[in-house]
């Protein structure tokens, strides 16, 4: 065995890839069954007892058939001038290597000719095309169109069924391999340098000036392809012979691939195209899908090969993956065929004039991410939305999820995740605000949280743990009718339903501070009408709920603290979720805070502080008075302190006065008083306040003075 690292056969271009693949076929078949390849970092690798592969493909290969006598410009329509001559000229080739050739000619005339006497069709012409067709030629077939029923299906990689525009591949093929098999001694030396050009990587021959097609786009030639304007389109022979050859590879049936896809063309590694995961998409270009050509790196035989692109798995949520996201996922959880270590991402994308080219996009290592499975979760309710007759806003929300999605699955990650998440409740908003989506889309059911809060806390933030305890926080009635934060700042209900408006407006609009004051202004009018075994005098906070470390609080309340957009996103990815039945518990933050007077007395209030311990019976617990939120939105703040050392005196504590100056924001304030806070006394003890002792009258109790370091 000798092993041949060739440097020209490279994952990228398209065309090389192909002309390795094609390579590694006609060995296998022709010369060396044992013949194993595999890709590396310095090309493709290949095992053989062939000693000298450029010498044998000048002396020893046998050209595959490759007729469309389907298409005009094949050498088989009356106009086909050109087209024709290359034909005739192989016909009459004196190397017995053109036998097949020859002989499925003569099929193919005589298709042509019926064709074009009784009127056939295109997918007519195919099918007796295929049905009289010698063995040799049903690859090739196969991987132009696939018939199915009366529809035809262009597997994208080769065309609209063999051509791409004006360039007619299996004439281009003709021609070329006119090139390469040469009769005289020049000729057959020209043919030895071109093939080891293209095994090697080289350019030591003049090349041909002819296209490639789609395969290769830096020899495409066209405008602005050169400094000095428009160059000509060039091209390798043995290079364009190859690739033909390696494309029957993506040999194409009609298979029943799941209940649910009966009928479907099954194109190995081909899906639909999206702009998203590459920095040269662009929303809107026209497309013909997306090739993912499979990289192995342990040395396959042809038969496992051959055995990889029939099978084609690229499977997600059990089910072919026919767009790039799904394709993504698929090689994050397993779903690709064993042995396949990366996958090289290419779109057929309309980029030079009319002209396709295959655009590298992507190179896909293949990694198990358990946590890209949570996307699945969200995908549901988007598919519904897809076949709602949606407005212009709802495919803008759709657009960014669908960029998001794609991200998520190929990334993986908090970050990613978030943006995923908030993505789904943009879309959320955006249905609910048209009438006629609406009516069309169900009400989305939120997956559980605590599996993707297991992601997002690798994120370690403030603002996402303040995030968590404002859309954790709900009432306390029974499940059925408790109101989370989903049910106010979002336009649905619990039963569920959708609302025309939120019952809290303005969420994504008015700025978030803003938002959470009028969340508690809601909550200070509705928690009298809440079921609950304490009672209370006043008004508490939501009774469920993740609870927020009370440093993390009073950074929110203090303007300029937080990054504000990263607190938006981090909310609008937890209204996602459903967050009864999850507790958590985070650790106190390391970033120092200077903790805020009025807001270190309101925190115990919001919570409920109990009385003290000598008073008899069931005695109700001191809260929010209902006027509060109202009045530190009108900047009340010195009143709403002093008002809250009386309600803590009454409880049992001295607290510190209201200073002459309170430089903080209202709405701030309120609003920090929305998610629950853990150890809400803990300041109160510490700095703010302290137990009246139980032999001193409260009413002539003298606070404590206010510490320099707080406010």
Not at 238 to 254: D, I, K, N, Q, R
Not at 399 to 412: E, I, N, P, S
Request: with cysteine; proline share 8%.
């Amino acid at each position: 065995m000798t092993r041949h690292v060739l440097a020209g056969l490279r994952p990228t271009p398209l065309s090389a890839y192909l002309a390795g693949l094609g390579l590694f076929r006609v060995l296998g078949e022709q010369a060396d069954p044992e013949v194993t390849a595999c890709w590396s970092d310095d090309g493709l690798v290949l095992d053989t007892t062939v000693p000298e592969l450029s010498g044998w493909l000048v002396d020893r290969y046998v050209p595959t058939p490759v007729l469309s006598p389907w298409n005009e410009g094949s050498g088989f329509g009356v106009k086909d001038k050109t087209p024709k001559q290359a034909l005739d000229a192989l016909v009459a080739h004196p190397s017995p290597r053109l036998d097949a050739f020859r002989a499925a000619v003569v099929t193919a005339t005589l298709v042509g000719e019926r064709s074009r006497s009784q009127g056939w069709t295109k997918e007519r012409t195919i099918r007796q095309f295929r049905n009289r067709a010698p063995d040799a030629l049903l690859p090739w077939i196969d991987a132009t169109v696939v018939l199915v029923g009366d529809q035809s299906y262009f597997p994208p990689l080769l065309g609209s069924g063999g051509n791409d525009g004006r360039l007619e591949f299996s004439t281009s093929f003709h021609q070329r391999l006119l090139e390469v098999l040469g009769v005289t001694p020049v000729q057959v030396d020209r043919s030895g340098a071109l093939a080891q050009d293209v095994l090697t990587g080289q350019e030591v021959v003049p090349l041909s000036r002819a296209s490639a097609g789609q395969f290769d786009p830096l020899s495409a030639g066209g405008p602005n392809s050169s400094p000095f304007g428009a160059a000509e389109a060039i091209v390798n022979p043995w290079a364009f012979v190859l690739m033909v050859e390696g494309a029957l590879f993506f040999a194409s049936t009609a298979v029943r691939r799941h209940q649910h896809q009966v009928g479907r063309a099954a194109i190995p590694f081909t899906v639909a195209a999206t702009p998203d995961g590459s920095t040269s998409g662009a929303a809107g270009e026209v497309s013909r899908g997306e090739i993912w050509a499979p990289l192995w790196e342990r040395p396959f035989s042809l038969p496992e090969t051959l055995q990889l692109f029939s099978d084609a798995r690229a499977a997600w949520r059990g089910r072919p993956a026919r767009r790039a996201v799904e394709f993504y996922a698929a090689t994050r959880s397993l779903g690709v065929a064993r042995g396949v270590d990366a996958f090289a991402r290419f779109g057929l994308h309309q980029r030079n004039g009319l002209a396709h080219v295959a655009v590298p996009l992507d190179r896909v290592r293949v990694v198990d991410r358990p946590e890209v499975r949570l996307a699945a979760r969200l995908e549901d309710w988007v598919s519904w939305v897809r076949r709602g007759s949606g407005t212009g806003s709802v495919g803008e929300r759709l657009r960014r999820f669908d960029t998001a999605h794609l991200a998520y699955v190929r990334d993986g990650g908090a970050l990613p995740l978030a943006r995923l998440l908030a993505s789904v409740t943009d879309l959320e908003q955006a249905v609910g605000r048209s009438g006629r989506t609406r009516d069309a889309v169900p009400v989305r059911t939120p997956p559980p949280a605590g599996e993707f809060l297991q992601v997002l806390t690798a994120a370690s933030r403030a603002e996402l743990r303040i995030a968590v305890g404002i859309a954790s926080a709900a009432t306390a009635a029974p499940r059925q009718e408790a109101r989370t934060m989903r049910h106010l700042l979002l336009p649905v209900d619990p039963h569920p339903r959708w609302r025309a408006s939120s019952v809290v407006p303005g969420f994504g609009l008015r700025p978030l501070r803003h938002v959470l004051t009028d969340v508690l202004l809601w909550r200070s009018r509705t928690a009298v009408d809440e079921p609950s075994e304490q009672t209370f005098r006043g008004s508490p906070t939501f009774r469920r709920g993740i609870r927020v470390p009370l440093l993390d609080l009073h950074a929110f309340a203090t303007l300029g603290r937080l990054d504000d957009d990263a607190l938006d996103l981090w909310l609008r990815a937890c209204l996602a979720l459903r967050w009864d039945g999850v507790e958590h518990t985070w650790a106190d933050p390391d970033e120092p805070v200077v903790p805020i007077a009025t807001l270190g007395l309101l925190h115990p209030l919001a919570d409920g502080i109990a009385p003290p311990r000598r008073t008899q019976g069931d005695v109700p617990r001191w809260a929010l008075s209902p006027d509060w939120p109202a009045r530190l939105a009108a900047g009340h703040i010195p009143a709403v302190h002093a008002e809250a050392v009386r309600r803590l005196r009454q409880a049992g504590w001295h607290a510190v006065p209201a200073p002459a100056q309170i430089p903080f924001d209202g709405h701030a304030l309120a609003a920090a008083l929305v998610p629950r806070c853990r150890q809400p006394q803990r300041l109160l003890r510490r700095y703010f306040g302290a137990p009246i002792a139980s032999d001193e009258p409260r009413e002539s109790a003298h606070a404590p003075e206010l510490l320099k370091e707080t406010l």
